[in-house]
T-cell receptor, first 114, second 115 residues
């Protein structure tokens, strides 16, 4: 079974500082990886996804993530955060080609400190 | 292009009462998902449809939950009777199944409170 682990439930960061949100997955087959953001009282919005190709993926709002197969990780990074980045971030995985089941981690709450 | 539309946004009911949630996916999206998100948790899949067929309902508590997707477009998720533990946000998502794996678009969710 596929699973996703987000190691940090809460991450406080000062405004304009860099941030990294960690995500690890478990799977013995090929995976597709996603990061979603959820603002208060909103649905989930896709930040970025890794399907194949370059392991460094760039997304919206200045975020990027790197797929590391040997470490089974897909950490999300941003070099300089803004107040508006305060939200819940979810890592998710689909295991295997043609499988549409999206499995989510428990989320990381990012709080930006002015 | 309109996104995934869910209604109602909020619902408060007493335990043992029935409740229904409605979802209108993005036009042309043949895959529809219902997720439940408990407080402080990630979304968990309840059921997935390919057109009008439920292809994955292994996580749906079938004793009290039911879902339908008539004509392969709109979908309704029902709980009868509701229990206190059903309080959560119910998210609907849709995607267009084609070559490779595609992005799922989410609605704003329905926040259910059972009292």
């Amino acid at each position: 079974a596929q699973s996703v682990t987000q190691l940090d439930s809460q991450v406080p960061v000062f405004e304009e500082a860099p941030v990294e949100l960690r995500c690890n997955y478990s799977s013995s087959v090929s995976v597709y990886l996603f990061w979603y953001v959820q603002y208060p009282n909103q649905g989930l919005q896709l930040l970025l996804k890794y399907l194949s190709g370059s392991t460094l993926v760039k997304g919206i709002n200045g975020f990027e993530a790197e797929f590391n197969k040997s470490q089974t990780s897909f950490h999300l990074r941003k070099p300089s955060v803004h107040i508006s980045d305060t939200a819940e971030y979810f890592c998710a995985v689909i295991q295997g080609f043609g499988n549409e089941k999206l499995t989510f981690g428990t989320g990381t709450r990012l709080t930006i400190i002015p | 292009e309109a996104g995934v539309v869910q209604s109602p946004r909020y619902k408060i009911i007493e335990k043992k009462q029935p409740v229904a949630f409605w979802c209108n996916p993005i036009s042309g999206h043949n895959t529809l998902y219902w997720y439940r998100q408990n407080l402080g948790q990630g979304p968990e899949l309840l059921i997935r449809y390919e057109n009008e067929e439920a292809v994955d309902d292994s996580q749906l508590p079938k004793d009290r939950f039911s879902a339908e997707r008539l004509k392969g477009v709109d979908s309704t998720l029902k709980i009868q009777p509701a229990e206190l533990g059903d309080s959560a946000v119910y998210l609907c998502a849709s995607s267009r199944r084609g070559e490779g794996t595609t992005e799922a678009f989410f609605g704003q969710g329905t926040r259910l409170t059972v009292v």
